[in-house]
């Protein structure tokens, strides 16, 4: 029976006995051991923890629940958040069970269907705006200070306590750390929160190591990689397609503390990540999710040796939130035939 992040996790967030505790069933994600990338990889383990698990099917939930419940504390029954999508869908989502007004932002055209169809059915009430989600979250930010919303962005430390849990369960399933921790990077929030998570097991005794975070940003919007803000952030990760980081400081600390690096990869090597871990590990994840693994794959090319290292990628979300993208990108191997026995036999041989 999954209890939720709120429950498992309670005495390392910041709830009280006033804080309401409920839960969609966030969390205990599996942590699934690469059998066939593995072996390209060259290292002693690989593991893929599968966000696209969580009850709207984005890591953002862990976040949300205890964002939300804290808001509810404060006696605040409207939320509001900018969002590439993910986000909107998960507010939306705590919204609806808790029976709180949710306004969502979103950039016009730039939001994947799967996660527009979710704020759409949660009823949430949507703000679709001609910029990017950098504005739409400046935006934000402005509604909640001029009136009284709670910002459910990442800049709301709740969901970077509550999104650090990923880091727990990580730890707590393996018994120790990895070596190397590979992670897509957008608003920076998430790798933010997996270093707070780790460190917090580190200091309290549950692991002896803490791992080298390899942050992973599309080529097209990397300004953690430039160290400049991106205008324009262009990339097919739509999750990821942020051009001036929130929590950028953070994604340095993360960077620097842990002795990783922040790099880049291109669409076509995400593309390519994506495809190889669905067909090769049973795993559909959307673009931004396959940042990690296209990173880790373009190390070993690069001549990176693995083969002592314990190693996980984090895979943010969910598949089917980007339907249009899995069947425009996959080479689909399907075909017509006759409707009868003889000509569909043939599909065995083809
Ligand atoms: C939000 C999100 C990201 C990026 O996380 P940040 O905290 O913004 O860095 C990556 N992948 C998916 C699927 C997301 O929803």
């Known amino acids: 029976m999954p209890q939720g992040v709120l429950t498992s996790y309670k005495q390392f967030l910041p709830i009280n006995e006033n804080t309401p505790i409920f839960s969609l069933g966030e969390g205990q994600t599996p942590l699934i051991k690469s059998r066939n990338i593995v072996k390209i990889i060259g290292c002693r383990e690989l593991y893929f923890k599968f966000e696209g698990c969580n009850p709207t099917g984005s890591f953002k939930d862990r976040g949300m629940v205890l964002a939300v419940a804290k808001a509810l504390e404060k006696g605040v029954t409207n939320i509001v958040c900018a969002s590439t999508g993910n986000t909107s869908a998960s507010a939306a989502a705590y919204g609806a069970y808790l029976g709180l007004k949710t306004t969502i932002i979103v950039p016009q055209g730039k939001v994947a269907s799967g996660k527009l169809a979710q704020a759409i059915a949660y009823g949430a009430h949507i703000a679709v705006i001609k910029g990017n989600f950098d504005s739409a979250l400046s935006i934000a930010r402005e509604l909640s200070s001029k009136h009284p919303i709670e910002l459910v ?3 709301n430390p709740n969901r970077i306590e509550g999104q650090k849990t ?3 369960e990580i730890v707590d399933d393996i018994k120790r750390a990895p ?3 590979f992670i897509p990077v957008g608003n920076a929030g998430n790798i933010s929160a997996y270093w707070k998570g780790f460190k917090e097991y580190f200091e309290l005794g549950f692991s002896k190591e803490l791992p080298e975070f390899h942050g992973y940003q599309a080529a097209g ?3 953690l ?3 400049k803000v991106v205008e324009n952030p262009e990339t097919i990760a739509s999750a990821i397609r942020i051009g001036n980081p929130a929590s950028w400081e953070n994604a340095i600390k993360a960077r620097d503390e842990s002795g990783g690096l922040i790099q880049s990869v ?3 090597e995400i593309i390519s990540a994506y495809q190889l871990l669905a067909s090769n590990e ?3 994840c959307e673009p931004a999710s396959a940042a990690s693994l296209a990173g880790l794959i373009l190390e070993k090319k690069n001549g990176s040796d ?3 290292k314990t190693i996980v990628c984090i895979v943010t979300g969910n598949g089917l939130k980007d339907p249009e993208n899995a069947i425009k990108i996959s080479p689909a191997s399907y075909g017509e035939y006759q409707n009868d026995y003889e000509s569909v036999e043939k599909v065995l041989v083809n």
């Open 153 to 155: 962005n990442s800049i």
């Open 166 to 168: 990923a880091a727990f």
């Open 179 to 181: 070596e190397l921790l």
């Open 221 to 223: 919007a990397s300004p």
């Open 225 to 227: 990689v430039t160290g």
């Open 266 to 268: 291109t669409d076509e």
């Open 282 to 284: 049973g795993i559909f």
């Open 306 to 308: 693995f083969h002592d």
